[in-house]
Each structure stands twice: as C-alpha cells, then as structure tokens.
C-alpha cells in the first residue's frame, strides 16, 4: 500500500501533538501526582484545548497509563544492564553511575515514577510491579552468585539494591529539598554525589 505525502505529514504531525501532550502531562503527574493532575491543566500546558487534547488521548488515565509505560522502560534500562562479570564490585559501581545519570537527565520521571509507588495508584500496579518483579528477581539471583563465589562481601542483596536506589534517586526525588538546603551543592551536584557513593560502595562490598 502506497501512503500518500499527505498521509505521511499529518502521521508526523499527530506524533508530534502527542509528544507535546505527553511532555505537558509529564510535568503535571510529576508536580502534583495522578490525583491532583487534571486534564484541563495538562491542555493548558500543552496550548491546546481540552478537546482537542482528547483527540489524542481518551483520558487522564491513557495519559498516565502511556508515561508509566515508557517511564517503567527508562527506569528498567541501568538495571537490566547489570551483568555477569569478572569484576563484579565495578559492574556495581557503573549502575551507581547510570542511576545517577538517569536522576539527572530525567528528574521528572524518576518523580513519577516515585508517586507511583508512594501513592499506590491502583491502576498503575500491574504495569509496575510484574516487569520490575522479573528483573529485581534475576539481578538477586545475580548478586548472590558473586556473593557466593567470593567475589563480593556477603550482604543482604535487597537491600543493597533498595540502599541503591535511595541514594541516587534522592537526587531527582528531592531536588528542591536539596537546592533549599545545600545551594551551594547544586553546581557539580551529581559529580559530587557520584565521588562519595563509589568508594562507599567500593569499601561495603570488598571481600576482606
């Protein structure tokens, strides 16, 4: 099947509007949570009218249902890149370094994706839990290999991924608390963050 010029210019213009909306809805979910967002606000945002914003999306739920999805994919990413590997502290150590990138170039979704799991939104468990459950699962399976092995202290392998996972997403999740209490931090903040994790990490972790 031929698709026209026409056709093909208003598919990119569609995919546009829609990514417009998202980021709009994206900085709405992030600032006020699924519960305090509205569709009203989102079309604000997005310089569009609500009608024509329901164009696009039916709802305030398909909005968050599309960015949960892809935030989920973006969260998952440094975490399904943990690997087997001969040097297992330093593999450790770089998926410090991803989570510290992601808060720093996708503060707003790692907000996100935190009101998600604090508020408990009933319609987002199942797109959340089940495809993290896999993944968290195997990467147990992994740290306790290399415990196992005696390639890494014997810790507790959920709680050093949640201690991960607090020390570098409190950088995106708080980042006005931090701004308002340490100014003077914000400039190299992440730089700054990433020297004092890895030797913290580097030290917990090392077989003596």
């Known amino acids: 099947m031929v698709v026209s010029e026409k056709t093909s210019k208003s598919t990119r213009i569609q995919r546009a509007r829609r990514e417009e909306i998202l980021q709009a ?9 699924f519960r305090g967002a509205s569709i009203n606000k989102i079309a604000k945002r997005a310089e569009m009218s609500t009608p024509r914003l329901l164009y696009h999306f039916k709802d305030k739920e398909a909005l968050y249902r599309e960015l949960l999805k892809s935030t989920l994919l973006l969260w998952l990413g ?3 890149m943990l690997s087997d590997t001969d040097e297992p502290i330093e593999e450790i150590c770089a998926y ?5 990138e992601m808060s720093r170039k996708f503060p707003r979704q790692s907000r996100l994706f935190a009101g998600e ?3 408990g939104v009933p319609l987002g468990q199942a797109e959340v839990f089940e495809p993290l459950r896999a993944t968290f699962e195997s990467k147990i399976d992994l740290l ?10 014997p810790v507790d392998p959920h709680h050093l991924i949640y201690s991960i996972w607090a020390t570098t ?26 020297g004092f994790l890895l030797p913290m990490y580097r030290k917990y972790l090392a077989v003596e």
Do not use: N, V
Not at 96 to 100: A, D, N, S, V
């Open 78 to 80: 440094p975490l399904q």
């Open 117 to 119: 799991i604090i508020l």
């Open 144 to 153: 306790q290999s290399w415990m196992k092995s005696g390639r890494i202290a």
């Open 169 to 194: 997403q409190h950088y995106a999740d708080f980042e006005a608390q931090i701004a308002d209490l340490s100014p003077q931090k914000m400039p190299g903040l992440y730089t700054q963050a990433e």
């Open 25 to 33: 809805a994206l900085e709405e979910f992030s600032q006020h949570g």
């Open 96 to 100: 410090i370094c991803r989570k510290l």
